[in-house]
């Protein structure tokens, strides 16, 4: 199994340009979730989902789109890119809850800058 | 959503013992305490997983008193390998449930 896969590892993108975070996993987890990371903070959660057809907002959702249209993808989009935007991007899945595994997995990050 | 609190860093030496408290005063009844660990430039993971008394893996023990309002992580024996942030967090096994971060335990082993 591959895990959490997020696509592309890097990117830059200008001020106003749209894009899409890929995030894929293999698990078949229901939960997935996106975070956000600062240089020298924690996490912060931005959208998330229990399921495919079911999204709901985190702590820091504006500017961000999501979808979850099968179980294995959930696909981060920004709508149009602010430099405060700037941060590495996380994406984790875990098993349904009620299941006493709480374990999330997580990728390995898309480190975002824009310019 | 109950809030965790921690300290934000703290400082120890190869071999040596490290105790990380963590803070949860409003946990629910229906919350587990869940530690994560995050190296520079990667995804955090998985440590270790509670809901009350003592839990103990191959890579620490997680310390649990019977009101639940605080856990201890402890790591034994620490190595350079184990400067990291920690993170200590709480959430139920609700199908809704959100897993909030806090700022987590910089945690530097010294030679």
């Known amino acids: 199994n591959a895990g959490v896969t997020q696509t592309p590892k890097f990117q830059v993108l200008k001020t106003g340009q749209s894009m899409t975070l890929q995030c894929a996993q293999d698990m078949n987890h229901e939960y997935m979730s996106w975070y956000r990371q600062d240089p020298g903070m924690g996490l912060r959660l931005i959208h998330y989902?229990?399921?495919?057809?079911?999204?709901d907002q985190g702590e820091v959702p504006n500017g961000y789109n999501v979808s979850r249209s099968t179980t294995e993808d959930f696909p981060l989009r920004l709508l149009s890119a602010a430099p405060s935007q700037t941060s590495v991007y996380f994406c984790a899945s875990r098993p349904q809850g009620g299941s006493l595994n709480t374990e999330a997995f997580f990728g390995q990050g898309t480190r975002l800058t824009v310019v | 959503l109950a809030k965790t609190t921690q300290p934000i860093s703290m400082d120890s030496y190869e071999g040596q013992e490290v105790n990380i408290t963590c803070s949860h005063n409003?946990?629910?009844?229906?919350?587990?305490i869940t530690w994560y660990q995050q190296f520079p430039s990667q995804g955090p993971r998985f440590i270790i997983q509670g809901y009350k008394t003592k839990v103990t893996n191959e890579v620490a023990s997680l310390f649990i008193p019977a009101d639940r309002k605080s856990s201890t992580l402890s790591l034994p024996r620490v190595s350079l390998s184990d400067t990291a942030v920690y993170y200590c967090?709480?959430?139920?096994?609700?199908?809704?449930?959100?897993?909030?971060f806090g700022s987590g335990t910089r945690l530097s082993i010294r030679p």
């Open positions: 989902s229990v399921g495919a057809g079911i999204t």
């Open positions: 967090l709480v959430a139920s096994f609700g199908s809704a449930s959100k897993i909030i």
């Open positions: 409003n946990i629910a009844t229906n919350d587990y």
